[in-house]
């Protein structure tokens, strides 16, 4: 579904990621690993053409994202939910998912109905402004703000970080639930427990190349890798 050779990344003059190479299959979950600063985020930016001077190719189905913008990256179906949220906080929980529509061809299309069955929590502040939302709550509003665009890969950044564990918990039900709705997603993670509990596969990251990869079970064997490229 989604390959990417060779990416490389720049902010200014400072190259951040190195030849960078990825896939992503249908109803796939891959994690990218590493420590803070390893790249993580920006190869995601740079899969979503946030990323002012990159090199390299990413192609999503037959597209070649390379040459698209943004907003057309997204139209071809890949959302992005940030690690930061981006909520808008005087929106309305509804307003928030409306900003997020988009229409999609048949009876799977996500609605704010299949979404309060998703995350139960925010069905009972459908009328409550996102800035009186906790970090928690803002979170499960951003992922399902993303799925109302409809999206075939969800690029989800640091899901774990920042929030408590039984959001982390609820976070790890929703990657499952939406693997089995054919959905890929590419995870970004530090958290390994979290990353073993719902991936396929992982990359790590090690200031900007890929250091390791292979199946999410060998990683959790792996003492070394983790010792030297996770800190755990």
Known sequence: MLVAQKLCAWYGAAQI???????VGEGEVVALMGRNGSGKTTTMKTIMGLVGRRAGSVRFREHDLMRLKTFEIARLGIGWVPEDRRIFTDLTLMENLEVGRRGANGSKAWTPERLFALFPNLAEMRERPGGRMSGGEQ???TVARTLMGNPRLVLLDEPSEGVAPVVVERMADTIVELKKEGLAVLLSEQNLPFASAV???VYVLEKGHIAWSGAMAELEGADHVQRQFLGV
């Open 17 to 23: 990621l190195f030849d960078v190479a990825l896939s």
């Open 139 to 141: 979170q499960m509003l």
């Open 199 to 201: 991936s396929d596969r």
